[in-house]
């Protein structure tokens, strides 16, 4: 059974940084991809950093190009985003997902759809 488990969520001001952390466990298919989505309340979840298992290729959406770092452990066994100046924008629960290979190619790495297993998110606030 697929488990995926964040940490790392907490209460900062505006400049501040955070690390996130996700354990993943009982993967046994080929993933082509992991990433971070954030959702608030009444939105959808939107795609923040994405990378791909096989390369390490990153993608970002625009509004934390610069300030946000994704990276995966070796084992491929820990996904981590590292928050720079963080932005009280940048609130919301921070998810986990993996994505299994091969993918649609025409969902963007950056698409919730292109993902299959799910965390139960970790809650970043960034007061002014």
């Known amino acids: 059974q697929v488990k995926l488990v964040e940490s790392g969520g907490d209460s900062v001001r505006a400049g501040g940084s955070l690390r996130l952390s996700c354990a993943a466990s009982?993967?046994?298919?080929?993933?082509?991809?992991m990433g971070w989505f954030r959702q608030v309340p009444g939105k959808g979840r939107q795609g923040v950093a994405s990378?791909?298992?096989?390369?390490?290729?990153?993608y970002y959406v625009d509004s934390v190009k610069g300030r946000f770092t994704i990276s995966l452990d070796s084992a491929a066994e820990t996904l981590f985003l590292q928050m720079d100046s963080l932005k009280p924008e940048d609130t919301g629960m921070y998810y986990c997902?993996?994505?299994?290979?091969?993918?649609?190619?025409?969902?963007?790495?950056?698409?919730?759809?292109?993902?299959?297993?799910w965390g139960q998110g970790t809650q970043v606030t960034v007061s002014a």
């Open positions: 009982g993967i046994t298919y080929k993933r082509c991809c």
């Open positions: 997902a993996s994505g299994k290979s091969p993918t649609s190619g025409t969902l963007s790495v950056l698409n919730p759809r292109k993902f299959q297993d």
């Open positions: 990378i791909y298992v096989s390369d390490g290729d990153a």
